[in-house]
């Protein structure tokens, strides 16, 4: 099956931990994003990276860094410099010109 | 990307049409006009997009004003299963990388 997949769909983290979110697509798509989500709220852009080995930083990127070694992955990782971790997070990815493919999520607890 | 404004929240009955009105006054001309939406913990699921003309698939129409700043997603016989957050979003179709994602619209389909 072709798809974008995120592990875990739940995560639990004590405060000060470093923790990495999983993602992965077998789509063949050149760009991968990373969202985040409150309660409530819309979705909020983190990174983006529109090829290997390169990544731009979104509207909210403090306090978290990625990686794209390979084109079918796009980890995320929410460091202790994030204020307040405790989020949705969505990873998409997609092509030049079409429309974003979401997986099914993680949420981040840090307790 | 230009802006968006969606109600906050709408009802519709079970069966009936289920129309989501958008608007995007400040709109470039090529800038396209994106739906999609995301039902309760899920990641966002695309529904439609347009440039001018009005568009229909299987899940939806879209409807385009002729000035291009205001858009209706038409929804024709609305299930309960169609109760989700509807995200309206323009954005360019090549080269933009970015999608905004507001607060969007919360429909709420009643049996």
């Known amino acids: 099956d072709g798809g974008i997949t995120q592990s875990p769909k739940y995560l639990f983290r004590k405060e000060g931990q470093n923790v990495t979110l999983s993602c992965e697509q077998n789509l063949n798509h050149d760009a991968m994003y990373w969202y985040r989500q409150d309660p409530g709220q819309g979705l909020r852009l983190i990174y983006y990276s529109q090829i290997v080995n390169d990544f731009q930083k979104g509207d909210i990127a403090e306090g978290y860094s990625v990686s794209r070694e390979k084109k079918e992955s796009f980890p995320l990782t929410v460091t202790s410099a994030q204020k307040n971790p405790t989020a949705f997070y969505l990873c998409?990815?997609?092509?030049?010109?079409?429309?974003?493919?979401f997986g099914p999520g993680t949420r981040l607890t840090v307790l | 990307d230009a802006k968006t404004t969606q109600p906050t929240s709408m009802d519709c009955a079970e069966g009936r049409a289920a129309n989501l009105p958008c608007n995007h006054s400040?709109?470039?001309?090529?800038?396209?006009v994106y739906w999609y939406r995301q039902i309760h913990s899920q990641g966002p699921q695309y529904i439609i997009h347009g440039l001018k003309n009005n568009e229909t698939n299987e899940m939806a129409s879209l409807i385009i004003t002729e000035d291009r700043k205001s858009s209706t997603l038409i929804l024709p016989h609305a299930t309960l299963r169609d109760t989700a957050v509807y995200y309206c979003i323009v954005r360019v179709e090549t080269g933009g990388f970015k999608t905004i994602f507001g607060a969007g619209t919360r429909l709420f389909v009643k049996a």
């Open positions: 400040t709109i470039s001309g090529n800038e396209y």
């Open positions: 998409a990815s997609g092509t030049r010109g079409n429309e974003q493919f």
